[in-house]
């Protein structure tokens, strides 16, 4: 009599998704496998990408299975270091963590992850392939820069979101976190813009002006000012050329908010905003003429110490702080009405902040696209006016009237185009209905 064969249990496995992360294995393991190999180190191309085999196949098969993998790697890995000890070549403790990490990545590919296995691998082959770079970088890297950054990273990420969300208190007068955003604005844009002048020198003043100017250009403007004071005349025209350029990234995002929210603010807004911008162009580029056509010599040296003062910037935080409570009483004592008042204290506190909230009652309907618009332009004027009391900071004669003279016809500017939009908007507002009635 025949025995019944005896039937072991199976799992059917789709083919075509099995093969497909058994290639994403490989093809990750071969990765950094390649780099590996071309340092000349024991193991290669081969050895990594039987390791991303091993991961895929053992995340496939099952939580044990893949925690088996990583166990097998990592006996990979010591007998790995027995041989070059054995050998008199130190250990292999870079290249064992890569196998680690190769390993781990092979078992989310088997669990059916794509981007993230990808994403872990293409970081860790960039940070074998950059090794002398980023052992100099170190090895430049101040104590005070660590310190800072350390600092920053507890600002934004530890304190941040243990703060209340919303308005706190009786009246609902404060909100925490918005004003804790201050205080990190102001400490990320002076580490951002030390970052840039460690790394092309006084010609970064003109990038972390114009990248400053599209967060907050009152910080920045307050960051380039202590910068003048601590390295002198020297540095008055890359202060002067940031500055103006803070300007016209503030006058550029607020418009750009206009238009994303509610583009009919435009029809009263985008005129003197163009025309202020527009100056503020001309006027940086007349700047940079004159440098070329006096040659490079007076370039200043800076050498400074720390990236951001943490005193000054909770100083300044607890300032604006102060200008959003008096901004959100204003509101609530005249309403409506008090529309302008609180435009022109949100440029003080955040122009960004007072163009976006005038657009989005525009678009609400609370109040009419021209009013919105004008209000827009206002919070502009006073964020300028802003920024020029903090000019005077400077103790640079000639560079405070330079600035003080192309501020005030950037303003003249934009006040003539304020007006000119006032008297041709009926004439806009007809032709964009028009148009609307054609399509």
Same mark, same amino acid.
């Given at each position: 009599?025949?025995?019944?064969?005896?039937?072991?249990?199976?799992?059917?496995?789709?083919?075509?998704?099995?093969?497909?992360?058994?290639?994403?294995?490989?093809?990750?393991?071969?990765?950094?496998?390649?780099?590996?190999?071309?340092?000349?180190?024991?193991?290669?191309?081969?050895?990594?990408?039987?390791?991303?085999?091993?991961?895929?196949?053992?995340?496939?098969?099952?939580?044990?299975?893949?925690?088996?993998?990583?166990?097998?790697?990592?006996?990979?890995?010591?007998?790995?270091?027995?041989?070059?000890?054995?050998?008199?070549?130190?250990?292999?403790?870079?290249?064992?963590?890569?196998?680690?990490?190769?390993?781990?990545?092979?078992?989310?590919?088997?669990?059916?992850?794509?981007?993230?296995?990808?994403?872990?691998?293409?970081?860790?082959?960039?940070?074998?392939?950059?090794?002398?770079?980023?052992?100099?970088?170190?090895?430049?890297?101040?104590?005070?820069?660590?310190?800072?950054?350390?600092?920053?990273?507890?600002?934004?990420?530890?304190?941040?979101?243990?703060?209340?969300?919303?308005?706190?208190?009786?009246?609902?007068?404060?909100?925490?976190?918005?004003?804790?955003?201050?205080?990190?604005?102001?400490?990320?844009?002076?580490?951002?813009?030390?970052?840039?002048?460690?790394?092309?020198?006084?010609?970064?003043?003109?990038?972390?002006?114009?990248?400053?100017?599209?967060?907050?250009?009152?910080?920045?403007?307050?960051?380039?000012?202590? $910068?003048? $004071?601590?390295?002198?005349?020297?540095?008055?025209?890359?202060?002067?050329?940031?500055?103006?350029?803070?300007?016209?990234?503030?006058?550029?995002?607020?418009?750009?908010?206009?238009?994303?929210?509610?583009?009919?603010?435009?029809?009263?807004?985008?005129?003197?905003?163009?025309?202020?911008?527009?100056?503020?162009?001309?006027?940086?580029?007349?700047?940079?003429?004159?440098?070329?056509?006096?040659?490079?010599?007076?370039?200043?040296?800076?050498?400074?110490?720390?990236?951001?003062?943490?005193?000054?910037?909770? $100083?300044?935080?607890?300032?604006?702080?102060?200008?959003?409570?008096?901004?959100?009483?204003?509101?609530?004592?005249?309403?409506?009405?008090?529309?302008?008042?609180?435009?022109?204290?949100?440029?003080?506190?955040?122009?960004?902040?007072?163009?976006?909230?005038?657009?989005?009652?525009?678009?609400?309907?609370?109040?009419?696209?021209?009013?919105?618009?004008?209000?827009?332009?206002?919070?502009?004027?006073?964020?300028?006016?802003?920024?020029?009391?903090?000019?005077?900071?400077?103790?640079?004669?000639?560079?405070?009237?330079?600035?003080?003279?192309?501020?005030?016809?950037?303003?003249?500017?934009?006040?003539?185009?304020?007006?000119?939009?006032?008297?041709?908007?009926?004439?806009?507002?007809?032709?964009?209905?028009?148009?609307?009635?054609?399509?």
């Amino acid at each position: 009599m025949q025995e019944a064969a005896v039937v072991l249990p199976n799992s059917e496995w789709p083919y075509a998704q099995i093969l497909l992360r058994m290639a994403l294995g490989l093809s990750l393991g071969l990765l950094i496998g390649l780099e590996r190999e071309r340092r000349r180190k024991e193991a290669g191309l081969r050895t990594f990408g039987f390791i991303g085999l091993l991961g895929t196949m053992g995340g496939a098969m099952g939580t044990a299975y893949g925690l088996s993998a990583l166990v097998f790697t990592g006996l990979l890995a010591v007998v790995l270091n027995l041989s070059t000890l054995r050998a008199g070549q130190g250990t292999e403790l870079t290249t064992s963590a890569a196998m680690m990490v190769t390993a781990f990545a092979g078992v989310l590919c088997g669990q059916g992850h794509t981007l993230t296995p990808a994403a872990v691998m293409v970081i860790a082959t960039a940070l074998l392939a950059w090794k002398e770079r980023l052992a100099d970088f170190s090895m430049g890297v101040s104590e005070s820069e660590v310190r800072s950054a350390l600092l920053l990273a507890i600002l934004a990420i530890v304190i941040y979101p243990a703060l209340p969300e919303g308005a706190v208190g009786p009246w609902g007068l404060i909100e925490p976190r918005a004003a804790w955003v201050t205080v990190i604005l102001i400490a990320g844009i002076g580490f951002f813009n030390y970052v840039l002048w460690k790394l092309y020198g006084t010609r970064g003043t003109e990038l972390s002006g114009f990248f400053g100017g599209l967060v907050n250009s009152n910080i920045t403007i307050i960051e380039l000012s202590n $910068r003048v $004071r601590e390295t002198g005349p020297a540095f008055a025209g890359n202060a002067y050329r940031g500055v103006l350029l803070a300007t016209a990234a503030m006058l550029a995002r607020n418009g750009t908010l206009l238009a994303l929210i509610a583009p009919a603010t435009l029809l009263g807004a985008g005129l003197p905003l163009a025309l202020m911008l527009a100056a503020s162009a001309l006027l940086v580029s007349w700047s940079f003429h004159q440098r070329r056509r006096q040659g490079s010599a007076g370039t200043p040296t800076l050498h400074m110490a720390m990236p951001f003062s943490l005193p000054q910037a909770l $100083r300044y935080g607890a300032i604006f702080l102060g200008l959003h409570v008096i901004g959100a009483l204003t509101q609530r004592q005249f309403g409506d009405a008090g529309f302008y008042v609180v435009s022109v204290l949100g440029g003080l506190l955040s122009s960004a902040s007072a163009v976006a909230a005038a657009a989005t009652l525009a678009e609400q309907g609370a109040i009419s696209p021209a009013t919105a618009g004008v209000g827009a332009v206002l919070a502009s004027f006073t964020s300028m006016a802003f920024s020029a009391t903090f000019v005077l900071r400077m103790r640079d004669q000639g560079l405070i009237r330079r600035l003080a003279l192309s501020l005030a016809a950037v303003s003249a500017i934009g006040v003539l185009g304020l007006a000119l939009g006032s008297a041709t908007q009926p004439w806009a507002r007809a032709l964009v209905t028009g148009l609307q009635q054609v399509r």
